[in-house]
């Protein structure tokens, strides 16, 4: 089961020095077992809502998160909403009424749980926002992520290195052509605060080559609200891109040679639609795809040289911070953060921990997918994590 893949490898990232504290502080309260030795029983319930299982990085955080919280003495009660706003607020509810002493949740949508957040502030649940933000509540405590804005800068970037204008430093290429360049845009989902940023992120490094015409976007459609798909669905973005292959691209000699895809399960849906028509085929080249999450199916499809990067954001290392949080919070400390500036939900600058994140391509997968331990040699050739 991919569960228990996962289940190991969360443990192996708990051996770092700042968790290893925590646990042998929880281990000396008395969860009897010893220094991360819990039996799970004894430490409390954490809830974990994530929300959904179609995407591997979600399963990924759910079983990672879970293992530590395990591992440190904590029964979890982990739950994923199958991208259903009403089963995510009901799990909560559901959590909340089963005695869950810290709440760790990753949003759907994250102006959706108001009520939730009410009755966990009424019970002194601390809550974890856990990768995206929880909006226009006062009651979410803590927040662990990436660094998201970078998250987009580096989609850009790569886009441009693909497209041969900067090279493998991110500087200017000394033989760079002159383009122009056809690109076309995606960005994430709009109720998923992470979506602007990676957007915004992105159009940063963009923008001055659109502006001096290096790239142009024959669609016309730049802006964040015509670009955005819908609760990140594959076929949602797969749609659009066979929209703007037939608006814009059919009657015509225009090609398109890159693609701003925000993560990599979109990817997949625009490079099928790329495909299926003929791109791919004699000399029409498969565009320059950008993606996110270092997912199996796409580091294949790297190797493979279908899509062009991906943004690794090593969700063990996440998950580590998720349970370093809720271990503080629980042993009645405030979690350490590194920004506490970026992250204003509409009602406070909620205290964040941010993570670096890794631009992937061909050269570097091994290094940082395999070497690290993230995937196997297998699940890359496979395009599957193991069962
Ligand atoms: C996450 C991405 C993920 C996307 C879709 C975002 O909030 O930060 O890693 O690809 O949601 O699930």
Redesign the pocket.
């Known amino acids: 089961m991919a569960r228990k893949l996962w289940a190991t490898r969360g443990l192996a990232a708990l051996a770092t020095g700042a968790l290893a504290v925590s646990l042998t502080a929880c281990g000396g309260e008395g969860a009897g077992g010893g220094a991360g030795g819990g039996d799970g029983e004894e430490g409390g319930l954490v809830g974990v809502a994530m929300p959904t299982q179609t995407?591997e990085?979600?399963i990924a955080d759910g079983n990672a998160v879970k293992s530590g919280l395990e591992e440190a003495g904590y029964e979890v009660d982990l739950q994923f909403a199958g991208d259903d706003i009403p089963t995510q607020q009901q799990q909560i509810d559901a959590m909340i009424n089963k005695g869950a002493e810290a709440l760790i949740v990753a949003s759907i949508d994250g102006t959706a749980l108001g009520s939730q957040l009410e009755a966990a502030a009424a019970a002194d649940i601390p809550v974890i926002s856990y990768?995206?933000l929880i909006r226009d509540s006062e009651n979410v405590d803590f927040y662990v992520t990436f660094d998201n804005y970078q998250v987009g800068v580096q989609q850009g970037t790569s886009l441009l290195t693909g497209l041969g204008i900067l090279d493998e430093n991110g500087e200017e290429a000394a033989d760079a052509p002159e383009g122009p360049f056809n690109i076309e845009l995606f960005a994430?989902s709009p109720d998923?605060n992470?979506a602007g940023f990676f957007f915004d992120g992105a159009m940063s490094v963009l923008q001055p080559y659109i502006d001096d015409k290096t790239l142009v976007v024959p669609s016309g459609q730049t802006d964040f609200g015509t670009v955005a798909i819908q609760r990140?669905e594959q076929e949602g973005a797969q749609e659009r891109m066979e929209n703007l292959l037939t608006s814009t691209y059919t009657g015509n000699d225009e090609t398109i040679d890159g693609v701003l895809a925000p993560?990599d399960v979109l990817s997949r849906g625009i490079l099928t639609a790329l495909q299926n028509a003929g791109y791919g085929e004699g000399d029409l080249e498969i565009p320059v795809v950008t993606g996110?999450?270092a997912e199996a199916a796409s580091a294949k499809l790297i190797q493979d040289d279908v899509q062009y990067s991906t943004i690794f954001?090593d969700t063990r290392l996440l998950a580590e911070q998720a349970v370093i949080a809720a271990t503080s919070f629980l042993e009645g400390n405030e979690p350490e953060a590194n920004d506490t500036e970026t992250y204003d939900n509409g009602v406070k600058v909620v205290p964040s921990y941010l993570l670096p994140t890794v631009i992937v391509t061909k050269d570097n997968l091994e290094a940082e997918l395999i070497d690290s331990g993230y995937l196997t040699e297998d699940e890359v050739a496979s395009g599957q994590v193991d069962e």
Request: aromatic share 24%; proline share 0%.
């Open positions: 995407y990085r979600w990768d995206r994430g998923d992470n990140w993560a996110q999450d954001k």
